[in-house]
């Protein structure tokens, strides 16, 4: 089942800098959207939803085309503590909740 | 617990035996969620529970593994005949009903010597 793909990285970025990542999904019937953070041997942690008219949460912004079917995930100014792996989730309503392998992000100083 | 909660957080067996992994959902979520996760990879999807209805095996990755849940509470993951590419870890959480905001466990790291 690949419902979620996503690039895996890794990116490195330098602190301050500004990074996207995008995520597409293959179920046009999917109406919800995540982001979720993982940390090195954690478990994921939910970051933010996405709705369709796009939402800002601080220094992060997540969008949905569901024409092309991806959502998207911008950090600004990044910390060092943003360095993880950041899944998205597409989901139908009722269904399993599947995850994107992950995308890694390195923040260095 | 205000958490989801997995039990044990460890596991070592030897190839062969039986495992069983438990998961306690966080109170009044009604759906349910494995997963498995290998080193470096992603969240393999196993099954997922909604409130009574039946569930979704279709990650189950062979006949050796099963998993029920009682009352519509506490989850049991069993893996039969364990095998070393079992070695993972596998990962639970819970969510109120279709609204995709799902709660992990911390995991069970189990290893098949």
């Known amino acids: 089942r690949k419902e979620v793909e996503q690039d895996p990285g890794p990116f490195n970025v330098p602190e301050g800098a500004t990074v996207a990542f995008n995520c597409t999904y293959s179920n046009s019937a999917s109406q919800s959207f995540f982001w979720y953070r993982q940390d090195c041997r954690k478990e994921p942690k939910l970051l933010m939803s996405v709705y369709s008219s796009g939402n800002e949460d601080g220094r992060f912004t997540a969008q949905l085309n569901r024409a092309s079917q991806y959502i998207s995930l911008l950090i600004r100014d990044s910390k060092l503590s943003d360095s993880a792996t950041y899944l998205c989730v597409a989901n139908q309503a009722g269904t399993a909740l599947i995850f994107g392998k992950g995308t890694t992000l390195s923040v260095s100083s | 617990g205000a958490g989801v909660s997995q039990s044990p957080s460890n596991k070592v067996t030897e190839k062969g035996k039986d495992v069983e992994l438990r998961c306690d959902p966080i109170?009044?979520?009604?759906?349910l969620y494995w997963y498995r996760q290998s080193l470096g990879q992603g969240l393999e999807f196993l099954i997922y529970f909604q409130g009574n209805s039946a569930p979704d095996k279709s990650g189950l990755p062979s006949d050796r593994f099963s998993a029920e849940r009682t009352g519509g509470s506490v989850s049991t993951l069993t893996i039969q005949r364990t095998q070393q590419e079992d070695s993972a870890v596998y990962l639970c959480a819970s969510s109120l009903q279709e609204s995709g905001e799902a709660f992990f466990g911390q995991g069970t790291r189990l290893t098949v010597v």
């Open positions: 109170s009044g979520h009604t759906a």
